[in-house]
């Protein structure tokens, strides 16, 4: 499980039960994740038989397996204690927030750059016609 899966699963039983108890919310979660993961990556699939959606179904794809290894994360910081797990799974989720926040910053820009073309447009449009 990424580079946290080399290094040796917590021992100490108070590290364990700590570990088990934070970890509980992702790992009542799990199945969510597991779903939209399986999902994401089933609409990337489908994205890539069109010919727009080559270009970016990498991208739902990626998520997916994000998702779907997070699951798998949080379950084994459940079931075994282990700290190294739990922060594998919270790093694969980080990279989610991440691409997520990207996209919506690029719809932000892409947003206001189509409103300003629009609006100048329709400007230029007015005022041709006056």
């Known amino acids: ?37 399986v999902l994401m990556i089933i609409g990337g699939i489908l994205q890539a038989i069109t010919i727009v959606g080559i270009i970016i179904c990498w991208l739902p794809i990626w998520v997916g397996v994000l998702l779907l290894k997070a699951a798998s994360g949080a379950e084994l910081a459940q079931t075994g204690g282990s700290k190294h797990e739990l922060i594998a799974a919270m790093s694969k989720i980080r990279t989610i927030f991440t691409i997520y926040g990207i996209l919506a910053l690029i719809a932000v820009i892409i947003g206001v750059i189509v409103m300003i073309v629009g609006g100048t447009t329709a400007l230029f449009s007015a005022l041709c016609n006056v």
Not at 10 to 20: C, I, M
Not at 24 to 35: H, I, N, T
């Open 1 to 37: 499980m990424g580079e946290f899966a080399e290094r040796p699963v917590a021992s100490g039983g108070g590290d364990a039960a700590l570990v088990r108890e934070i970890s509980a919310p992702l790992f009542q979660a799990k199945g969510w994740m597991k779903f939209l993961g």
